[in-house]
Every structure is written in C-alpha cells, then in structure tokens.
C-alpha cells in the first residue's frame, strides 16, 4: 500500500496560479506511476495528468495541456501538480493517486481504474 495525501487546494482566481502537492508514503518503491484526477460537482473523475515514478516521462488531459505541470521531487517522494492560467472551469476536488503496477500502454494511465491508492483529495475553487 501506499499512502498519499493532497495539500495546496484553496480559492484563486481566474488567471492565478496554484501548486498541488501530493506526499507518498510506505510501499513507494512498488509504484509506478502517479496520476492527478479532478472532479467538479455532478461530473466524473475527469484524468489530468500522470508521471511514471522512475522515467519522469509525463503526461496530459488536453484540457490542461500547456497550463498544467507534473513534476516528481524524488528526494521526498513528493508529486506536484503546477497549475497556471487557472480557469473557473478548473474548480473541482483534485486527487492524487498511485498506480502499482506497469502500463507499457499510457492510455491505462487515463483510467481511474488503473490506479491503485487514491489521496482524500484537496478542494480548488477557481473565481472568475
């Protein structure tokens, strides 16, 4: 198991920036990869972006390809999530979570069904 937390969320607005961090802990040497999901009331969990824990390959939703970055800081097992030009559309609960096993296939790493262990999640509300 790995355990994770979310930290960063609060209000902003339209235009401002907001760094999500999300902190692993345990078994972290079993994970293969970290994802970022969103969701707003009355939505799905909506895939923003993922890491592979070792490779540091990366990648994005469209709809936040070019505002958002994931980054890994490997010294404390840390995931950040650099969110700028926030929209109000952004506004959602933002989870962090942990794949524990391989995808050669990135698209697995669009499905939250992919992911193992999953964070209680950190609230941002985008103003316009």
């Known amino acids: 198991q790995v355990a994770l937390v979310e930290s960063g969320g609060g209000l902003v607005q339209a235009g401002g920036s907001l760094r999500l961090s999300c902190a692993a802990s345990?078994?972290?040497?079993?994970?293969?990869?970290v994802g970022w999901f969103r969701q707003a009331p009355g939505k799905e969990r909506e895939f923003i972006a993922a890491?592979?824990?070792?490779?540091?390959?990366?990648y994005y939703a469209d709809s936040v390809k070019g505002r958002f970055t994931i980054s890994r800081d490997g010294a404390d097992n840390t995931v950040y999530l650099q969110m700028n030009t926030l929209k109000p559309e952004d506004t959602a609960v933002y989870y962090c979570?942990?794949?524990?096993?391989?995808?050669?296939?990135?698209?697995?790493?669009?499905?939250?069904?992919?992911?193992?262990?999953w964070g209680q999640g950190t609230q941002v509300t985008v103003s316009s």
């Open positions: 890491i592979r824990w070792n490779s540091r390959i990366t």
């Open positions: 979570a942990a794949a524990l096993r391989y995808y050669s296939d990135s698209s697995y790493f669009r499905e939250a069904s992919s992911y193992a262990n």
């Open positions: 345990g078994r972290t040497f079993s994970t293969y990869a």
